[in-house]
C-alpha cells in the first residue's frame, strides 16, 4: 500500500476603523485536504485470497479531494450620544462552499507485478466499474441586528437573520428569522437604587 494524504488550512483576517465607532471587520479561511491509496496484491497472494479472488495481480487506486472555504464580512457600530442614547449595531454577511469528490478504480489479470498500480490498461481479467461520486453544498447568510440603550435602564433589540443552503428545495432556498426584544434595568431607576441587598434586575 502507498498513502499519500497532504492537508492545508489556511486562514486571513482584516479589521479596520473607519469612523469614530464604526468598525468593518473580514476573514477569509479554507482547507483542503486530499488523499490516495494506491494497493496492488501481486500474483501469488491475489491468487491465494478469497476476499479478491483475482488471480494475476489485483490493483486497486482510491483517490479523493475534499476542499472548503468560508468568508465573513461585518461592519460593527457602537456609539453614545449626549451621555444617555446608545446604538450598538451589527451587519454581518458569510458564505460557506464544500466540495467533496471521489474517484476508485481496480483492474486484475496482469502478466508481471512489474507495474504495480500504474499501467492498468494491461489487466487482462474481467473489467470493473470504475466508481466516483461529487458532493457539493453552500451555505449563506445574512445578519443585521441593532440595541438602542436609554440612560443605561430601557433596552430594545432587533434582530433579523436569513440563512441560505444548497440542500433547500428550490422554491424554499431561504429562512427568515426575525426577533425583537424590551428590557427596562429597574436597578438604574433612583426608587430603588438604595436598595443595597439587590444588585441587579
Same mark, same amino acid.
Given at each position: 500500500?502507498?498513502?499519500?494524504?497532504?492537508?492545508?488550512?489556511?486562514?486571513?483576517?482584516?479589521?479596520?476603523?473607519?469612523?469614530?465607532?464604526?468598525?468593518?471587520?473580514?476573514?477569509?479561511?479554507?482547507?483542503?485536504?486530499?488523499?490516495?491509496?494506491?494497493?496492488?496484491?501481486?500474483?501469488?497472494?491475489?491468487?491465494?485470497?478469497?476476499?479478491?479472488? !483475482?488471480?494475476?495481480?489485483?490493483?486497486?487506486?482510491?483517490?479523493? &479531494?475534499?476542499?472548503?472555504?468560508? =468568508?465573513? @464580512? +461585518?461592519?460593527? /457600530?457602537?456609539?453614545?450620544?449626549?451621555?444617555?442614547?446608545?446604538?450598538?449595531?451589527?451587519? !454581518?454577511?458569510?458564505?460557506?462552499?464544500?466540495?467533496?469528490?471521489? &474517484?476508485?478504480?481496480?483492474?486484475? =489479470?496482469? @502478466? +508481471?507485478?512489474? /507495474?504495480?498500480?500504474?499501467?492498468?490498461?494491461?489487466?487482462?481479467?474481467?473489467?470493473?466499474?470504475?466508481?466516483?461520486?461529487?458532493?457539493?453544498?453552500?451555505?449563506?447568510?445574512?445578519?443585521?441586528?441593532?440595541?438602542?440603550?436609554l440612560k443605561?435602564?430601557y433596552i430594545?433589540?432587533?434582530?433579523?437573520?436569513?440563512?441560505?443552503?444548497?440542500?433547500?428545495?428550490?422554491?424554499?432556498?431561504?429562512g427568515y428569522?426575525?426577533?425583537?426584544?424590551?428590557?427596562?434595568?429597574?436597578?438604574?431607576?433612583?426608587?430603588?437604587?438604595?436598595?443595597?441587598?439587590?444588585?441587579?434586575?
Amino acid at each position: 500500500n502507498k498513502v499519500l494524504q497532504p492537508i492545508i488550512n489556511s486562514s486571513l483576517s482584516l479589521e479596520v476603523d473607519i469612523i469614530d465607532g464604526l468598525k468593518a471587520k473580514g476573514q477569509l479561511s479554507g482547507g483542503l485536504d486530499t488523499y490516495r491509496r494506491n494497493r496492488y496484491v501481486p500474483k501469488r497472494i491475489s491468487a491465494e485470497d478469497e476476499s479478491i479472488r !483475482a488471480g494475476g495481480g489485483f490493483a486497486e487506486v482510491t483517490s479523493n &479531494l475534499n476542499y472548503n472555504w468560508m =468568508g465573513e @464580512a +461585518s461592519l460593527m /457600530y457602537n456609539k453614545t450620544f449626549n451621555e444617555i442614547h446608545n446604538i450598538n449595531a451589527v451587519a !454581518a454577511y458569510s458564505m460557506e462552499k464544500n466540495h467533496y469528490e471521489e &474517484l476508485k478504480a481496480s483492474a486484475s =489479470g496482469f @502478466a +508481471s507485478d512489474a /507495474y504495480e498500480t500504474y499501467n492498468m490498461a494491461a489487466s487482462s481479467g474481467s473489467a470493473r466499474k470504475p466508481e466516483s461520486k461529487l458532493t457539493e453544498y453552500s451555505l449563506l447568510s445574512y445578519v443585521g441586528r441593532a440595541i438602542y440603550t436609554l440612560k443605561d435602564r430601557y433596552i430594545l433589540t432587533g434582530t433579523m437573520r436569513v440563512d441560505g443552503s444548497s440542500r433547500f428545495g428550490k422554491n424554499n432556498r431561504y429562512g427568515y428569522f426575525p426577533s425583537a426584544a424590551a428590557a427596562w434595568r429597574i436597578t438604574e431607576e433612583d426608587f430603588i437604587k438604595n436598595v443595597t441587598w439587590l444588585s441587579d434586575l
